[in-house]
T-cell receptor, first 112, second 118 residues
Framework: AQSVSQHNHHVILSEAASLELGCNYSYGGTVNLFWYVQYPGQHLQLLLK??????LVKGIKGFEAEFIKSKFSFNLRKPSVQWSDTAEYFCAVNAGGNKLVFGAGTILRVKS | GAVVSQHPSWVICKSGTSVKIECRSL??????MFWYRQFPKQSLMLMATSNEGSKATYEQGVEKDKFLINHASLTLSTLTVTSAHPEDSSFYIC??????????????FGPGTRLTVL
């Protein structure tokens, strides 16, 4: 069965620090990978997605993620975080039939 | 565009009663809607996939008689928690898939419904 592992449940950073959130998946076939963000009190929003092609994917709000097939990883990065990036971040994989399997989430708190 | 709403946003009910949660796609037609459950400090777990006009497909371990799903139109799906018990207390989230061609269509998520069963 497909599974998604996110390495850190809580991350605390100061503004302007660089961010990298780890995500590893377990799936033997062709994968579609996603990062979602959930700001406090809001619904899940798509940050970025990878289907094929360039393994470095650019998303909204300055986020990017790199698909490394050999490591089964899809880590999320941002060079300089802002206080407004405080949110919970979820990595997800398309398990076929448009079903998404989510990781446990990483709560990011950015100190101003 | 691509807004999904849920109603109610929170509900408290007595044990043994039934609760209905609505999921609506406000500005698009959704052939497929998904229902998720999220426990505190845990991830979203897919409960069922709901296709308009047909029976829902439930994930392993989800009781279909407990969680009744109806997808009567392209913009509305409902989840009814029947004979609710305290262990059903959770955060229920729906998502809707845009109706279009292609191998994968993006899902748009609702804001969730917090259910508390006393």
């Amino acid at each position: 069965a497909q599974s998604v592992s996110q390495h850190n449940h809580h991350v605390i950073l100061s503004e302007a620090a660089s961010l990298e959130l780890g995500c590893n998946y377990s799936y033997g076939g062709t994968v579609n990978l996603f990062w979602y963000v959930q700001y406090p009190g809001q619904h899940l929003q798509l940050l970025l997605k990878y289907f094929s092609g360039d393994p470095l994917v650019k998303g909204i709000k300055g986020f990017e993620a790199e698909f490394i097939k050999s490591k089964f990883s899809f880590n999320l990065r941002k060079p300089s975080v802002q206080w407004s990036d405080t949110a919970e971040y979820f990595c997800a994989v398309n398990a076929g039939g448009n079903k998404l399997v989510f990781g446990a989430g990483t709560i990011l708190r950015v100190k101003s | 565009g691509a807004v999904v709403s849920q109603h109610p946003s929170w509900v408290i009910c007595k044990s043994g009663t039934s609760v209905k949660i609505e999921c609506r796609s406000l500005d698009f037609q959704a052939t497929t809607m998904f229902w998720y459950r999220q426990f505190p400090k845990q991830s979203l777990m897919l409960m069922a996939t709901s296709n308009e006009g047909s029976k829902a497909t439930y994930e392993q371990g989800v009781e279909k008689d407990k969680f009744l799903i109806n997808h009567a139109s392209l913009t509305l799906s409902t989840l009814t928690v029947t004979s609710a018990h305290p262990e059903d207390s959770s955060f229920y989230i729906c998502s809707a898939r845009v109706r279009s061609g292609g191998a994968y269509n993006e899902q748009f998520f609702g804001p969730g419904t917090r259910l508390t069963v006393l």
